[in-house]
């Protein structure tokens, strides 16, 4: 096992103000599918993971546009002068027959964070909007979208997971992974 998995978890019901502040510089949008700008922002943000599956546009579509049996939400924030992407996320509304709303991806530069409050206050604004009465997300607590969660009053909460890794390599070893996953 590498470690306990946590969930954070807004309630969306209390009425509090949406989790972001809006800037003229940027705007937040929903799309259809990911372009070749996603590519780029994957370029951008991939640095600052050690360990992660490849987040092009190709694997996102793959995974939430192609999807057969989901129907997932698609956010994206940009800058509006130039259009350039400045993150991404992916929400699914709806947990089995619960109104809670999943952040499944999550795709923003640790220094972008004016388009990370941006991006967040939209997917909130569009979990509440499809009646979900939370939002819930899953990071390690090292990850900054993990403290950046949490500063917006986000409450960790135990699940009954584990993160587990096998390695068969004998250049990566689980306690490598432990510390970078």
């Known amino acids: 096992s590498l470690y306990p998995v946590q969930v954070l978890v807004n309630d969306l ?13 940027l705007t937040v949008e929903e799309v259809t599918r990911f372009g070749a700008e996603m590519d780029l922002l994957w370029q951008r943000c991939q640095e600052a993971l050690s360990v992660a599956i490849v987040r092009n546009a190709r694997y996102m579509n793959w995974r939430y546009v192609e999807c057969p049996d989901v129907a997932y939400r ?55 909007d499809a009646g979900m009465t939370e939002l819930q997300a899953w990071f390690p607590p090292y990850a900054w979208s993990y403290r950046f969660l949490v500063e917006r009053a986000y409450r960790p909460e135990s699940t009954i997971y584990h993160l587990v890794g096998l390695s068969t390599s004998p250049e990566l070893s689980v306690e490598w992974a432990r510390e970078r996953w």
């Open 74 to 128: 698609l956010l994206v924030a940009r800058r509006r002068l130039s259009g350039s992407l400045e993150g991404a996320a992916v929400l699914r509304l709806g947990w089995g027959d619960r109104p809670i709303a999943c952040l499944v991806d999550w795709l923003v530069p640790a220094a972008a964070t004016s388009a990370a409050k941006a991006l967040l206050a939209r997917c909130e604004e569009v979990a509440r």
């Open 13 to 25: 019901t209390t009425g509090r103000a949406p989790g972001g502040s809006t800037s003229w510089l």
